[in-house]
Structure formats: structure tokens, C-alpha cells
């Protein structure tokens, strides 16, 4: 090859700045942001992809429609944005060894394809509209060892405000999940689509209930998904914990209205002073997310959807934050406690038959107050 | 890599390569970072155009060394390492007689069964009878292993290894349960050198020097029993002695905290600062895995540190830890017969495996060899 030869310009990764740069590892690079876009058929997820792809032109974005299904699917094709157009690009989807394959094949196609084509700035991946994000959820949330060049960045779940409520309380068999409740559970922001169409009392039920189910969403009121976008990319979900959000939910209780609603998905927040040691965070875990031997005061058994929190540990300087969906958890260092702050830990769940009262007494038996070990 | 130490914050710094240069360097080949070669750091343009003629040559693959395949099923390929496919045999059948999974009859040998349970994450605990069927499956396993490495040997192509794992399975009423899997060629995948794992056994034969892993498993009346071990052949490097010995400590180290009440996440914490005390990597992109009626569900079981590994160990559980060892870097790559995993810097990779079944006080290693003490083969 003829340009074998030519001396290549070096990269270096801070070239222009006159200031000296903060020391980053040089394998470190920028890993991008993926996004799960949700939401029921007709609720508008296909208008706010159009309306980001048109706003955001000076952004390469990428979008994966009805992600991965099951199956030995070839190919899969994808939307690019940029500068104005869109054009198309093919996932090669490599089937063979799935089998005792640490990361998804979606999620090796993608990062195959950026290899060749180069990063995108963002990856927004729409579900079907009966999809449940949980396992998807799971699928991009990848150990950090991996080295992905991935990372969930948050679910966005978008709600048709005039028909929100309807799919919301629709009854299904016994055992059978509600994906439209699993949506909004889920949702790290809530687009409440449509708002022209309900007047203000049919909102403010709309928002009551999206609310008792997950309380700790930021939500946003739209008209045709018309938002402004830096609410939508840099979520941050998974690796940042927002206190501001968990303040909120945590002054969020039991609305007038809410209590004909038969939800058995709900948010509940607890705080309790003192400190935990890794072996009794592994019994918090064990019981709310493995075992799941803990249960409300019908003996219905706790199912956690997603929880967050930040935790004092025993001996550690260092704040804690929790993050769970499913059956998977995180516990990494976040900033240190202040010197004189009282240690607590904290957590919001939500989840399937929670009960304030049986959190609290689960969580009082895992931590030891300061006292007791300084 | 030798030109990288902490600064003084802890931080990894690096060196400029430029031989004599060792002011620090922050900047990195561009064009190693595309071929994924590792390290390639320098303090300046400058430095490294006065390099560019020697450094150049980092670029060029490692040329062939039996030149006398013509064999080139992918002519524009970037093969990280010196290894090269060979061509290989017709695909075997299986006597109707023996009892198949059901992936082995379906066109894409798409495992339906697994698929129907993907996801679940709870784990199954075996029944008196399961655990018999397994003992019996896994004792089967190491039969035919057993049987694949007495043919093991230089100028022995791959393929041998295979046809004979292939009669040894059929002989004891065992489907090979690779045979079909999501389209496997094969009835044992074989892993020489850099190949980290599913290697597909073909017509290269083994050198003198080479590492050779072959991995059986077998399914004899609905139950799978999985293990490999890497063999040396000839005269090995003491580095790959080294490697091996190190990753069949890995193996030995993490059955030993087997137990229940463990978590699984821990298996990956354990093995890799054993890796790590030794200079090695351990490969990230393939786990462990439950086994039974199933060749691969839950649990998963990763074998780095800090993985987000569901579960806790019960009695009933089996599952397999089967840690993959490389000299160099711990990434992979995957050749484009999209099964053949080599480390991305071309260099070895080790591997070894046992089906585990865990007890109420412990663990019993089902596919334990039986002779010699249970010693690995490359220690005969």
C-alpha cells in the first residue's frame, strides 16, 4: 500500500489546549453515550428521533430502530445524522459464539461498525413499543473492565398524555408484566407527549400517577416532543447520582387521587443514619435483588425494577453510590463524605409490592450507627 | 509494557519510545491504535519522525512461517499473531441412535431450549437424579478428552484430534456437543497458540513448541459435560510453561472458594490477581456458565475482577469456570469464520476448565481427572 509509508500526524488527546490538560490514561478514549428511547406506539418516539436528528446537525448521531430481536439475523440497519443528512449504515450482527459471550452481539456490532466508520457522538436505540427496557437495560450496562466503547447513558420513556393512564391501568394476567408501567419505571426522563390533546385536570392525573409509580424521573411536559435537547443527551443515569432528584422523591408521597389505583409498582425512598460494611451490603443485596425473600404485609414478594443510592461504608472515607436494574448492581466510590456530615445511607427503589416500613426496617438491620464502632 | 510506570499521583505515565528519549510522552501511532497494537507512545512529532524507519516495521504483520499453505480464505485480514487457518474436513455425523440436543437438528443450530431461558437469572439446583446424570455426562467428558490427548502430538493436524474426540464421544453414547452449536463445524474446538478459545480443529498439524488446547463437551442422555486442557507440544518456551502453570493455578485457586454462599462475582477477583502476580491478562470477553440439561445458561460466571456477576452459590448448582489466560494484552479479537478468538496483540493464551458441582459444604469436581492423581496432562 502506497500511503503505508507516509509519517502519520501523531494524535495526542488534549492537542490545542494552552492549559495543562488533566493526566488521562492515553488508552482512556471517550466512550459514547447510548440511550434507550421508549414508549408505547403512536406516543411519539419516531417525531422526538426526527426532531433530534434535524436539531442536532452538528452531531453525529446514530439510531437503532427495535433494537435486537432474538434469532440468527444477519444484519440490522441503522440511521445516521449528521450535518443535516441521514443516511443509512448495516450492523453486522456475527452470530457463532454467543454462547458463553461476555457482551451482546448488538452491542459488539456497534462497536465494530464505529471501528470502521469512526464514533458517533451519540447512539439513541428505540425499542418496539411493548419492548420491556429492563433486559436491554442490562444488555448496555456493561462492566466498566470490559472497555466498552459504549455506556447506557439513561431510558428515556415517552407517554402519550391522553392515553398514558388507560395503558398504565390496564389489567394483565396474573404474572404478566404491564410494559407500560416496566416503561415508566424505568425511565431515568419522562416525555409527556401530546399535551394539547388533555385538558389540566386529565394532566394532572396523568403526571399523579406517572409519579407514585416512579418518583424519581425528571419529567418533562411536550407538544409534539418539542424539548429542548439538553434535557434529553447526558443523562448520566447510571453513573452519576442526582440528589436534587432524589430531594424530590423523597417529598413525594401518596397523592388524594392515587389511592383507587391498584399499583403494585411504586417508588419508595429511605434514609437512615449510619454506615454499612460489604457484608451486609451483600444481605441488603441478596435479599432485595437474589433471594428476594422479603415481602409486603400481603406475603407478596418484592420484585426491584431499579434502585439507586449512596451509602456510607464502614471504615471509608469515600461515598458509595448504589445502582441497580434488575437483578444487576454497581456499588463504586463517588467523592468523599464531608468531615463533619453525619453518615447515612440512602436509597430510592421502585419496584413491584414495596412498602416504606419493610425497606426501613430491612435497611436499619444492615447499617451500624457510628457510634457503635468508632 | 515496559514503557509505562506511575507518576507521582498514581497515574500511569508513559515513556517516549524512541530508543535513548525517555522524556514522557503523551502522544500515540495512529495508525497502532487502528491495527490495535499496543503501547507505541512518543513525546513528539519530531522524536518519532526520526524513529518513523525502525518503527515503521510495527506496522507489517509477522510474515508466515510455513509458507507452504496457499490456503487464503481471507486475503485482506490483519491476523494479529503468526497463526493461520488451514483448510478443513467435511462436517461428521452422529449415529441417529444417540440422543441429540436440539439445536443439533436445527438449519442455524440455534439452541431454542436456551433461548426460551435467556435472561432468567435464577439458577437451577439439580435434583439427586440430575446430579447423577451429570456425574455420569461429566465422567464421559473426560473419557473422550482423555482420548484426544493421547493423539495430541507434533506433525498430528488438529483435524485428527477431532475425528478421534468425534468416535470417543459416539463410542460411549455421547453427542460432541459443540457439533451444530449455533452452527459449529466441529465436534471440539482446538486453540493453538494465540487462539484464546473455539478454535476450529483443521488440517494445520501441531509444531514443536506450539500450546494446544482442546475443548470437550459432551452430551449423553440430556445432560452436557464440559472441560479443556492446554497441552504442551514438544519443546515449549518457559514463558508458555509459565502460562500455563499460571492459568491452571488460576483454575485450581478458584475451585477452592467454591462453596455455598459464595458469590459468583468473586471467581473473577480471585483469578485475576493470580493472573496479574504473574505479569499475564485475563481475557474479558468470555465467562464461565451454568450447565446441565443446557450447554450454556445461567449463571455467567466472568473470571476479571469487579464484574456484575449475578448470584450466589447453592447447593445443586454446576457450572463451569474456565479462565482464559493470555501473555500480553487481554483483549480479543475475532478471526472472520466468527468463532476463532486470538489475543489482539498476537500473543499466547491459555486455558483450562472443570464442571463444578457445588455441594452443601463444597464443591465436587465432576469432570476430575481420575488418574494420576488428577494432575493436569501437561504435567505427565
Known amino acids: 500500500m502506497g500511503d503505508e509509508d507516509d509519517i502519520p500526524m501523531l494524535v495526542g488527546e488534549d492537542d490545542e489546549d494552552e492549559t495543562i490538560p488533566e493526566l488521562v490514561k492515553v488508552e482512556d478514549k471517550p466512550r459514547v453515550p447510548l440511550t434507550i428511547l421508549t414508549g408505547y406506539l403512536g406516543a411519539g418516539k419516531t417525531t422526538l428521533l426526527n426532531y433530534i436528528l434535524k436539531e442536532q446537525h452538528n452531531k453525529k448521531i446514530a439510531v437503532i430502530l427495535n433494537e435486537f430481536g432474538e434469532g440468527s439475523s444477519m444484519e440490522k440497519s441503522l440511521s445516521i445524522g449528521h450535518e443535516g443528512d441521514l443516511f443509512e449504515e448495516w450492523l453486522e450482527l456475527r452470530n457463532g459464539c454467543l454462547c458463553c459471550s461476555v457482551k451482546d452481539k448488538g452491542v459488539k456490532a456497534i462497536e465494530n461498525l464505529m471501528r470502521k466508520r469512526g464514533k458517533f457522538d451519540y447512539i439513541l436505540l428505540e425499542t418496539t413499543g411493548l419492548a420491556d427496557p429492563g433486559p436491554i437495560a442490562s444488555i448496555f450496562w456493561m462492566d466498566r473492565q470490559l472497555g466498552s466503547d459504549l455506556y447506557l447513558d439513561g431510558i428515556i420513556t415517552v407517554l402519550d398524555a391522553k392515553y398514558a393512564e388507560k395503558n398504565l391501568n390496564e389489567k394483565k394476567p396474573e404474572g404478566v408484566v404491564n410494559e407500560a408501567v416496566k416503561q415508566v419505571a424505568l425511565a431515568d426522563l419522562l416525555i409527556i407527549n401530546k399535551t394539547d390533546l388533555v385538558d389540566e385536570t386529565q394532566l394532572k392525573a396523568v403526571t399523579d400517577l406517572v409519579s407514585t409509580i416512579n418518583g424519581s424521573a425528571h419529567m418533562v411536559y411536550t407538544q409534539r416532543c418539542r424539548i429542548d435537547l439538553n434535557k434529553l443527551l447526558d443523562l448520566h443515569a447510571y453513573d452519576k447520582f442526582d440528589n436534587d432528584l432524589f430531594e424530590r422523591s423523597l417529598s413525594t408521597r401518596f397523592f388524594d387521587g392515587a389511592s383507587h389505583l391498584d399499583q403494585r409498582v411504586q417508588t419508595v425512598t429511605v434514609e437512615v443514619e449510619g454506615s454499612m460494611s460489604p457484608s451486609s451490603m451483600d444481605y441488603f443485596i441478596d435479599v432485595l435483588l437474589w433471594d428476594r425473600s422479603l415481602t409486603n404485609s400481603a406475603g407478596e414478594p418484592v420484585n426491584i425494577y431499579r434502585m439507586k443510592g449512596i451509602v456510607s461504608m464502614i471504615a471509608e472515607s469515600q461515598r458509595f453510590m448504589l445502582q441497580v436494574v434488575q437483578q444487576l448492581y454497581e456499588l463504586e466510590p463517588i467523592g468523599y463524605w464531608e468531615i463533619d456530615s453525619p453518615r447515612t445511607c440512602k436509597f430510592v427503589l421502585i419496584g413491584e409490592n414495596l412498602e416504606q416500613e419493610k425497606i426501613d426496617d430491612l435497611l436499619r438491620t444492615c447499617v451500624t450507627l457510628s457510634s457503635e464502632f468508632s | ?380
Open chain 2, 1 to 380: 509494557s515496559t514503557s509505562t510506570k506511575m507518576s507521582a499521583n498514581g497515574v500511569a505515565a508513559h515513556c517516549c519510545e524512541t530508543p535513548g528519549c525517555n522524556a514522557e510522552a503523551k502522544l500515540q501511532c495512529p495508525t497502532c491504535i487502528k491495527l490495535n497494537i499496543q503501547g507505541s507512545f512518543f513525546c513528539s512529532q519530531n522524536c518519532f519522525k526520526g524513529y518513523w524507519e525502525s518503527h515503521k516495521l510495527r506496522h507489517k504483520k509477522p510474515s508466515i512461517s510455513d509458507s507452504s499453505t496457499p490456503y487464503n480464505p481471507w486475503p485482506y485480514y490483519a491476523f494479529s499473531g503468526s497463526l493461520r487457518p488451514y483448510p478443513q474436513t467435511t462436517k461428521k455425523e452422529v449415529p441417529p441412535s444417540i440422543g441429540r440436543p436440539d439445536y443439533a437438528d436445527d438449519p442455524n443450530g440455534f439452541p431454542h431450549s436456551e433461548q426460551k431461558v435467556r435472561g432468567a437469572a435464577n439458577i437451577k439446583c439439580l435434583s439427586d437424579e440430575e446430579k447423577e446424570g451429570m456425574r455420569v455426562a461429566c465422567k464421559l467428558a473426560r473419557e473422550v478428552l482423555d482420548e484426544g490427548v493421547k493423539v495430541a502430538d507434533i506433525g498430528v493436524a488438529t483435524d485428527e484430534i477431532d475425528r478421534v474426540v468425534h468416535e470417543a464421544a459416539i463410542e460411549r453414547e455421547c453427542y460432541p456437543s459443540p457439533l451444530n452449536y449455533h452452527g459449529f463445524p466441529k465436534s471440539c474446538c482446538t486453540s493453538v497458540n494465540e487462539v484464546i478459545c473455539h478454535g476450529i480443529p483443521d488440517m494445520r498439524p501441531l509444531q514443536n513448541g506450539d500450546i494446544c488446547n482442546i475443548d470437550v463437551t459432551v452430551y449423553h442422555r440430556n445432560f452436557h459435560g464440559d472441560l479443556n486442557e492446554t497441552l504442551f507440544i514438544g519443546e515449549v518456551s518457559s514463558i508458555a510453561k509459565n502460562l500455563v502453570k499460571t492459568t491452571w493455578e488460576c483454575l485450581q485457586k478458584s475451585i477452592e472458594i467454591v462453596k455455598p454462599g459464595v458469590k459468583y462475582r468473586e471467581v473473577g477477583s480471585l483469578i485475576q490477581k493470580h493472573a496479574h502476580s504473574q505479569g499475564f491478562s485475563v481475557v474479558r470477553s468470555y465467562c464461565g456458565h451454568g450447565i446441565h440439561q443446557l450447554f450454556h445458561t445461567a449463571p455467567s460466571v466472568p473470571h476479571y475482577a469487579k464484574n456484575k456477576a449475578v448470584g450466589v452459590m447453592k447447593p445443586g448448582h454446576t457450572f463451569t469456570i474456565e479462565p482464559m489466560i493470555s501473555e500480553g494484552t487481554w483483549k480479543d479479537e475475532q478471526w472472520p469464520d466468527n468463532w476463532t478468538a486470538v489475543t489482539a496483540d498476537g500473543k499466547l493464551s491459555a486455558q483450562f476448565e472443570e464442571t463444578l458441582l457445588v455441594t452443601d459444604t463444597g464443591v465436587e469436581v465432576l469432570t476430575q481427572r481420575r488418574d494420576r492423581n488428577g494432575q493436569p496432562y501437561f504435567m505427565d
